[in-house]
């Protein structure tokens, strides 16, 4: 089992800036590859961005390229998400999650947290 809890959600205007958190807990954090996800009311969940397990390989949305980074640190147990130039258009809950192997898609995902809201005003 793997528990995660992210953190750093909230308001921010458009323009601004917020970093999201998620630290691990149970087994082996650096096996893991890790995923950001969000979901806006109405929405289907959606891929935000993704690291493997040793950091050797990224992935990004179309809509996070450039302006957001994914990054972590194993010794830490945590993975983060930088979210710069944020648009009104980003509001929602964001998950972090862990899989096997880096995907793109929610099903291969075996661990979630609870989400934390990042509400971005215009």
């Known amino acids: 089992q793997v528990q995660l809890v992210e953190s750093g959600g909230g308001l921010v205007q458009a323009g601004g800036s917020l970093k999201l958190s998620c630290a691990a807990s149970?087994?082996?954090?650096?096996?893991?590859?890790m995923g950001w996800f969000r979901q806006a009311p109405g929405k289907d969940r959606e891929f935000v961005a993704a690291?493997?397990?040793?950091?050797?390989?990224?992935l990004y949305a179309d809509s996070a390229k450039g302006r957001f980074t994914i990054s972590r640190d194993n010794a830490k147990s945590t993975v983060y998400l930088q979210m710069n130039s944020l648009k009104p258009e980003d509001t929602a809950v964001y998950y972090c999650?862990?899989?096997?192997?880096?995907?793109?898609?929610?099903?291969?995902?075996?661990?979630w947290g609870q989400g934390t809201q990042v509400t971005v005003s215009s």
């Open positions: 999650a862990a899989s096997p192997v880096i995907s793109r898609r929610s099903s291969g995902y075996e661990y």
């Open positions: 149970g087994r082996t954090f650096s096996r893991y590859a």
């Open positions: 690291i493997s397990w040793i950091g050797g390989s990224i």
